[in-house]
């Protein structure tokens, strides 16, 4: 068996795919700063301005496809002869549609919705509203997209630090390294003696604790670093 690799992408691999990164460009939206959009006190003080920036955003994506740097992380899961885990922090869909199959969506994904009263959670690829009701408890304006905001707790963190721990390849792809605790997966990876790759267009704040960094878009530099594993 090769060495088992757990992979770690953020927007920057989403960006050739035309999908807004969320700190370049000095991360504003419509003059709000992110972080005050994807707060659970942001939903609840204007539940209207959080629904426009997250319809917005899940409209843009139905519109956009995958680009290589995906095509060639699904390549590596079918192909590879060793465990591999895709950890996104993105709450889009492109990795899926590019064909990987086992995605551990830590931030929630944008094309799915939960109730905040009752939880239920489902798929959803239209508008949400303030005045939706939930189809499961019929309660109205609970309804939100299912996304981890700021304040809230990532999922499959249990799971992530299990790979992370088994890992002996850690690839960080496209993340700008500000936001815990995928920020702080370096870190776990290489307590462990773990080789750190790194892949981003520029510097990173966290640059300097990988082992291998390579500069460039994620269209090229994932789909060369994919063939070097598979050789
Ligand atoms: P950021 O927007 O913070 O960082 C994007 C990174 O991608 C930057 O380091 C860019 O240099 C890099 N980048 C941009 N274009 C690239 C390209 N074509 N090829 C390679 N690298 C490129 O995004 P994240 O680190 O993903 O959380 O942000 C982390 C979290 O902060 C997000 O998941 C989101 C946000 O607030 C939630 O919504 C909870």
Redesign the pocket.
Known sequence: MKPSIVIL?????S??SGV?????AG?LWEGHR??EV?TPEAFGRDAETVHRFYNQRRQQLLTVAPNA?HTALAKLERDYQGGVTLV????DDLHERAGSKKILH???EILRKKCTWCDAKSDCRQDLDKTDRCDSCAREGGLRPD????G?I?YHLEEIDQVLGDAQIFIG???????YP??GFVERARSNGTWCIE??????ALSTRFDDQRL??????VPNLVTELLR
């Open positions: 992408t953020g927007a920057g691999i960006a050739e807004k990164t969320f700190r370049d991360g992110v972080e994807a740097a996104t922090q993105n709450v830590m931030h929630g996304i981890v905001w700021f809230e990532p792809i496209g993340t700008s390294g500000h936001v995928a920020a892949i981003n267009k520029d510097q990173t460039g878009p994620a269209s090229v530099e």
